[in-house]
């Protein structure tokens, strides 16, 4: 399965290999042109039917992640964070170590010998470690090497009533969507990008559209998603299998209002479940497409992401399957020059 | 069966304290082959006898606790959420984040979330989550959680052990599953040595609340000595050397008032003869393991505890040497094959 395949894959920032490879396998025979371009950004043509406007569509493949910055005597590993991680949700899990996966944990001090209010305290990540078992320096570098990325070794399974619990949903879904528009039957010409290292500041997307030079973009994203029970409805920004969301302002970019409203339209005439994505918080790739060049028309269009950039995040199925039904619906359009 | 896959279904299965019988039929299972008569008592503890050549004349209980630390649901919110509490010592910071299985009608997999960061204002975000501050998402309706889960149903955190180098295995539960492991491994090599007491193996339920099993059990076996196999604090940088035991270098032996001083002589003596490695454990007064309950049960029962090595206690991802299962295994046997008569035993236990 795609999504599983994506999200089990490690790629973090500046370290796509791995899922760039996938990506190629699953779509090279569905396209005119294919490049890696000069910083890992995979960008693909696919020919069709065009409206005589040249159309992007973007999505990450890069995750959040640790990168191992020192060894101890003992053989323990000191790590940094890769892309913006809450250091709370560390504690106690699972990690896979360098490209031979070395399996790893991050550890705490029993709670037994704290002292008392100890446990309120956020450990820091100068106090985290992670533990693959060696005895020594010495052994620890026969299996993993400073400059090593760590991802979390979540595994992808579909649990509740349609929904999905795996890693790094932020933002594989946006690939897994993209790889799926490329393969279908579409007769629609456009540019898919797969970008680089967007989780530590949107690094891949500028010089991705910049040798694109789109006229409009699509971004595909999975976006923040929280429902605790004591939040009003205004702070939970989107809602699980609320349908596909469309961003309206976030930190990066203020979409351009008729696009969005000509997509909204679209998903209305074809009762297509959709909602707003009610934040402003966040950002993505927009942020330096639609400043490329000389501008470029964007819309962000999201699949909600429950526990975003936290070792086990969840998303529903049904989102998924609106989101792609609303991108289909979108192309058709486009190439008819309907906007 | 090995030893380590018989850990790992422990490790990997689910008990926490008072609801023992979720894995009590793993462990009858394993010990059944290598035990004379195996029952279970009132509270749930498992009782394996394997006899001795001294028909009874000495009495040897051995015990490692069957429970495990976990969460139990308090309340279902509207939109499908569950509210949780824990059960015995967890600290709330290694729980954010984590997969859980909720033990309902079936068991079913859950993802522990909470008020995300960038909702919080920068003195929350300053501060630990506390476990009333989070839910468990199971992905279902309100309806349809209420079909499956009720309150008081129990949780764990979804885990299965893994290989890490050098023989080090990481999971949950290891804190006493490892001393079952070491217990296994004992019944086994019971059978290739000659043995004057009868060995009492004993499984007991709810270390982590109140030991109430280890003063049940111990009442009813009456043993001459009792030993409690427990984990002890593996050493990690965070940890003062005094407070810890290095993996793989051997069981810790406790001294203390817990422990009977001559019998543990003896424990040493042992060690040394043999060339068993083992490592220096001082606790002063009451140990928080089984032989805390075990030494006051009935009239005072002489007591001993040994430690294996165990990092990141009371986590999700606790690590061990297989070694040191190994070596307590063997420790104990030896031990064990020591006391050869009563006469002896008088003498271990003459202050």
Not at chain 2, 269 to 286: H, L, R, W
Request: aromatic share 6%; with cysteine.
């Amino acid at each position: 399965m795609l999504l599983k395949k994506l999200t089990e894959a490690s790629g973090l920032s500046g370290n796509e290999k791995e899922v760039r490879d996938i990506i190629i396998n699953e779509i090279k025979a569905y396209v005119d042109d294919i490049k890696t371009d000069k910083i890992g950004n995979l960008i693909v043509h696919k020919k069709g039917k065009n409206a005589g406007k040249k159309l992007m569509i973007a999505a990450h493949m890069d995750e959040i992640g640790l990168l191992v910055k020192d060894i101890d005597s003992k053989g323990l590993l000191k790590f940094m964070t890769v892309g913006g991680i809450d250091k709370r949700i560390l504690v106690s899990k699972v990690v896979y170590v360098g490209e031979k996966k070395i399996p790893g944990v991050i550890g705490a001090k029993p709670i037994h010998l704290q002292k008392k209010d100890e446990s309120s305290k956020v450990l820091d990540l100068d106090e985290l470690y992670i533990d693959i078992g060696a005895k020594s320096l010495e052994d620890a570098e026969k299996y993993v090497k400073v400059g090593d990325y760590v991802s979390f070794a979540t595994e992808y399974e579909e649990f509740g009533d349609g929904f999905i619990k795996t890693k790094a949903i932020d933002d594989r879904v946006g690939c897994a969507l993209l790889i799926d528009l490329i393969k279908s039957d579409l007769d629609v010409e456009f540019y898919g990008a797969f970008t680089v290292m967007e989780e530590v500041g949107l690094v891949g997307a500028g010089p991705a559209a910049y040798s694109i030079e789109p006229d409009y973009a699509l971004i595909l994203e999975g976006t923040l998603c929280y429902e605790m029970p004591e939040l009003e409805s205004h702070l939970i920004p989107t809602k699980l299998g609320g349908g596909p969301a469309i961003s309206i302002i976030d930190r990066t970019t203020i979409y351009n209002a008729p696009f969005r409203e000509w997509i909204v339209k679209i998903a209305e005439k074809n009762n297509i479940p959709f909602q707003y994505r009610k934040t402003n918080m966040g950002g993505n790739d927009s942020g330096r497409i639609h400043t490329s060049g000389a501008g470029c028309i964007t819309a962000g269009i999201s699949v909600p992401t429950r526990y975003i950039h936290s070792p086990s995040s969840v998303m529903s199925k049904k989102d998924y399957d609106n989101s792609l039904v609303l991108l289909r619906a979108i192309l058709e359009e486009y190439k008819e020059g309907k906007f | 069966m090995e030893v380590k896959d018989f850990l790992s279904m422990l490790s990997n299965g689910n008990g926490i304290s008072g609801f023992e019988y979720r894995i009590k039929d793993t462990i009858i299972d394993a010990f059944r082959e290598y035990s004379d008569e195996i029952e279970v008592d009132r509270l749930g503890n498992i009782i394996a006898l394997k006899k001795g050549t001294g028909n009874g004349k000495i009495k040897i209980m051995i015990a490692a606790h069957m429970d495990e630390i976990g969460l139990m649901v308090k309340a279902i919110e509207n939109n499908g959420f569950l509210r949780f509490t824990s059960i015995g010592g967890i600290d709330p910071r290694t729980i954010l984040g984590q997969e859980v299985m909720v033990h309902g009608k079936d068991s079913i997999l859950g993802v522990v979330g909470s008020k995300p960061p960038h909702l919080q204002t920068s003195e929350e975000q300053k501060k630990t989550i506390q476990m009333e501050d989070m839910i468990i998402d199971l992905g279902f309706t309100k309806e349809r959680v209420s079909e499956i889960v009720e309150i008081g149903d129990t949780i764990t955190i979804n885990r299965k052990m893994i290989d890490l180098l050098n023989n080090r295995v990481s999971g949950k539960a290891m804190d006493d599953r490892a001393g079952l492991a070491s217990l296994y491994e004992l019944l086994k090599m019971l059978h290739e040595i000659n043995h004057f007491a009868d060995i009492y193996i004993v499984a007991t339920v709810q270390e982590e609340v109140t030991m109430s099993g280890a003063f049940t059990s111990s009442y009813r076996v009456n043993p001459d000595i009792g030993i409690a196999v427990d984990v002890g604090f593996g050493a990690t940088p965070e940890l003062a050397k005094s407070d810890s035991l290095e993996l793989g270098e051997g069981p810790g032996i406790t001294l203390g008032g817990n422990i009977h001083p001559g019998l543990r002589k003896k424990l040493i003596e042992v060690s040394k003869e043999f060339n068993i490695k083992t490592q220096m454990d001082v606790d002063a007064g009451p140990t928080g393991t089984d032989a805390r309950a075990i030494q006051i049960t009935r009239e005072g029962i002489p007591a001993l505890v040994v430690s294996i090595p165990l990092r990141y206690m009371h986590t999700s991802v606790e690590v061990l040497d297989l070694d040191d299962v190994f070596t307590t295994a063997k420790l104990l046997a030896f031990y064990i094959n020591s006391i050869k008569n009563e006469d002896e035993l008088e003498a271990l236990l003459c202050y």
